[in-house]
């Protein structure tokens, strides 16, 4: 139980194009999402909270108008890089924290796999 | 604001030896803290994680994890580690209003035969 997915897993794109990732709970709902970047070989730095039906919350720092990220669902959400350039290339993952399980909040982020994007 | 420092950035550990992984954390209240793992091309798995109650945490694969408040550790154990183990380490620490996590920047174990 409690299995995050993400697509694509990777994707390689031309600078100035825009990519969406997808964030998708499979087996719970979750209020709540997570987006996070991973540089190589250093730690996940939280980008954003993204609340069903309503406006994600930034991180300082992070540019909410590059990173739009819409969460249409309780199963999920996306995160669009607009006008994509190779600074952006990273790892992005994102974690869902589910609702009322079986009557009992859980407080446990579960992560998906990660996507790799390479913008040339 | 919360935060985590895991001091070690790799250890090298022989198969069937016992594993440490150190992280101590800043926070101002009671932490949530968690350990995660991540393997090559897959996402992090939980491996344990401390809310209240007992200080010694069970984990999966065999892990335990001790929440020391006087020295703001909860570091990671394993008594016997397998080939398997060979991964990256996070510990993270969670903020128990909003359930944002700050995480460590990763210890990366590497288990030689």
């Known amino acids: 139980g409690a299995v995050v997915s993400q697509h694509p897993s990777r994707v390689i794109c031309k600078s100035g194009t825009s990519v969406k990732i997808e964030c998708r709970s499979l087996?719970?709902?979750?209020?709540?999402m997570f987006w996070y970047r991973q540089f190589p070989k250093k730690s996940l730095m939280l980008m954003a909270t993204?609340?069903?039906?309503?406006?994600?919350?930034?991180e300082q720092g992070v540019e909410k108008d590059k990173f739009l990220i819409n969460h249409a669902s309780l199963t999920l959400s996306t995160l669009t890089v607009t006008s994509a350039h190779p600074e952006d290339s990273s790892f992005y993952i994102c974690?869902?924290?589910?609702?009322?399980?079986?009557?009992?909040?859980?407080?446990?982020?579960?992560f998906g796999p990660g996507t790799r994007l390479t913008v040339l | 604001a919360q935060s985590v420092t895991q001091p070690d950035i790799h250890i090298t550990v022989s198969e069937g030896a016992s594993l440490e992984l150190r992280c101590n954390y800043s926070?101002?209240?009671?932490?949530?803290l968690f350990w995660y793992v991540q393997s090559p091309g897959q996402g992090l798995q939980l491996l344990l994680k401390?809310?209240?109650?007992?200080?010694l945490v069970q984990g999966i694969k065999g892990f335990e994890a001790e929440f020391k408040r006087s020295q703001s550790s909860f570091n990671l154990r394993k008594p016997s580690v397998h080939w398997s183990d060979a991964a990256e380490y996070f510990c993270?620490?969670?903020?128990?209003?909003?359930?944002?996590?700050?995480f460590g920047a990763g210890t990366t174990v590497t288990v030689r035969a």
């Open positions: 401390y809310f209240s109650g007992d200080t």
């Open positions: 926070y101002g209240a009671t932490p949530y």
């Open positions: 087996d719970f709902q979750a209020t709540t």
């Open positions: 993270a620490v969670g903020a128990t209003n909003d359930y944002k996590l700050s």
């Open positions: 974690s869902a924290l589910p609702g009322l399980a079986g009557g009992i909040l859980t407080d446990t982020q579960y």
């Open positions: 993204s609340n069903e039906g309503s406006k994600a919350t930034y």
